[in-house]
């Protein structure tokens, strides 16, 4: 089966530092996606960032960016510049080539301290 | 360009009641996809409507229903409410490349319902 692990159910981080939030997850599948979603107090769920795994190079947008290990089933999120509003609960999910069901992590909450 | 909307935005039900809870797709898609997201959780996907029929199903029991309508907007059902029905409940939409290609690799999500079961 498929499963999305967060362990990290709590960070914080110092405005305009630099904060890692850690996923790992289990597949048989070869061709697959990854993501990370934020999801604000105001409960929408938006897209961070994605990665195909047929691709080596790290997908990177503005202050976000991930490590992808393919090998390890690793997938973190690095937000450089940590600002106020990136506060929120940050969800990895994974989902195969096959099909459009997107498989979510338990989130992780992130605290921006100022 | 209109995103995903969902309503109502909050409901209150008492168990046993039934409810319907409605979803517009962003403009260009046609599937639609449903997650129960509990306190403290992760969203778990229910089912997911294409061409008005479900074509998947997540572990949720068949009190779980929905329909697809022809402009591609969708529909949740609950029956039997029981109190672990309490969740926020998103929908999600994307576009099915029928010629090949598959899923485009992007789902856009609304902003929830908020459903209460007392």
């Known amino acids: 089966a498929q499963t999305v692990t967060q362990s990290q159910p709590e960070m914080s981080v110092q405005e305009a530092e630099t904060v890692t939030l850690s996923c790992t997850y289990d597949?048989?599948?070869?061709?697959?996606?990854l993501f990370w979603y934020k999801q604000p107090p105001s409960r929408q769920m938006i897209l961070v960032i994605r990665?195909?795994?047929?691709?080596?190079q790290n997908a990177t947008e503005n202050r976000f960016s991930v490590n992808f290990q393919k090998a390890a089933k690793s997938f973190s999120l690095k937000i450089s510049d940590s600002q106020l509003g990136d506060a929120a609960m940050y969800f990895c999910a994974y989902r195969t080539n096959r099909d459009d069901k997107i498989i979510f992590g338990k989130g992780t909450r992130l605290h921006i301290l100022p | 360009d209109a995103g995903v909307t969902q309503s109502p935005t909050h409901l209150i039900k008492t168990r046993g009641q039934q409810v319907t809870l409605r979803c517009s797709p962003k403009s260009g898609h046609d599937t639609v996809s449903w997650y129960q997201q509990a306190l403290g959780q992760g969203p778990q996907f229910i089912f997911q409507y294409y061409e008005e029929e479900e074509r998947q199903r997540g572990n949720f029991p068949d009190r779980f229903s929905g329909h697809q309508f022809p402009n591609y907007s969708s529909e949740l059902n609950v029956n039997a409410l029981l109190l672990g029905d309490s969740a926020l409940y998103l929908c999600a939409s994307s576009y099915y490349r029928a010629s090949g290609g598959g899923f485009t690799d992007t789902q856009y999500f609304g902003p929830g319902t908020r459903l209460t079961v007392l």
């Open positions: 990665q195909e795994a047929y691709k080596q």
């Open positions: 597949t048989s599948e070869s061709d697959y996606y």
